[in-house]
């Protein structure tokens, strides 16, 4: 059982940049694959990135290839997202979430078994 909580966001203007972090309870953190959604007003939740278990790959939206980064510290059991020139498209409900060791469908919400409550991020233009 993990149990995740996200943190870091707040309103920031266009071009401006946050960081989201998800500590995770458990002592098998390191054996999970975790992942970043979001979801906006009136949309379905979205893959944004990913990190796997071993921290030796990630990956990304387009639409946030070049400005975001995820990141893992297994010491401190946390995750993290590096947001650079937030636009106000990327407005929305930010989620963690895990899944035991690795997935192929790393993009689909339906991969994991383990979700935070969410974090939300405003940018104003």
């Known amino acids: 059982q993990v149990q995740l909580v996200e943190s870091g966001g707040g309103l920031v203007q266009a071009g401006g940049s946050l960081r989201l972090s998800c500590a995770a309870s458990?002592?098998?953190?390191?054996?999970?694959?975790l992942g970043w959604f979001r979801q906006a007003p009136g949309k379905e939740r979205e893959f944004v990135a990913v990190?796997?278990?071993?921290?030796?790959?990630?990956n990304y939206a387009d639409s946030v290839k070049g400005r975001f980064t995820i990141s893992r510290d297994n010491a401190k059991t946390t995750v993290y997202l590096q947001m650079n020139s937030l636009k106000p498209e990327d407005t929305a409900v930010y989620y963690c979430?895990?899944?035991?060791?690795?997935?192929?469908?790393?993009?689909?919400?339906?991969?994991?078994?383990?979700w935070g409550q969410g974090t939300q991020v405003t940018v104003s233009s």
């Open positions: 979430a895990a899944v035991r060791f690795d997935t192929r469908l790393y993009s689909l919400v339906t991969a994991y078994d383990y």
């Open positions: 458990g002592r098998t953190f390191s054996s999970y694959t």
């Open positions: 990190i796997n278990w071993r921290g030796s790959s990630t």
